[in-house]
């Protein structure tokens, strides 16, 4: 058995084998956006084919009459752009936490794909936030 200098034997790593692998805001986040993008995808297939989703951290500029906004939706290169910092930040949670978060993030999707078909956005997924 090869032994270190101090005599401790070999390392295991940081997280060891009992942990679970770290997650960060940004991979939740960028896992919620493609998630819910492909099952907006999978129930408008037509009308979503070719739309390109992105997340940024921050949108460029401040609109004066609105402030930050969360989302940008450019209709004419079929592109949807989420804003990761300020859904997370400047949303008022009741409970902050990662559900409430993921949910959050699943409303800015389907509201921003809302707008670019412009249509309600209860219209687009209905069965998706219908409790039994």
């Given at each position: ?50 739309v ?47 559900y ?33």
């Amino acid at each position: 058995m090869h032994r270190n200098r101090h005599g401790r034997g070999i390392r295991n790593d940081v997280a060891g084998p009992y942990l679970p692998p770290l997650t960060t805001r940004i991979i939740l986040f960028e896992s919620t956006v493609a998630s819910m993008a492909e099952y907006l995808i999978d129930l408008w297939p037509d009308e979503l084919a070719d739309v390109k989703f992105e997340v940024a951290g921050l949108p460029m500029s401040i609109i004066p009459d609105e402030g930050v906004v969360r989302w940008q939706v450019d209709r004419a290169n079929r592109r949807v752009v989420l804003y990761r910092v300020p859904i997370e930040r400047l949303t008022r949670f009741h409970v902050r936490d990662e559900y409430h978060l993921v949910l959050v993030i699943e409303s800015c999707v389907v509201r921003a794909v809302a707008e670019l078909l412009d249509r309600d956005p209860w219209d687009l997924a209905p069965d998706r936030f219908r409790h039994f």
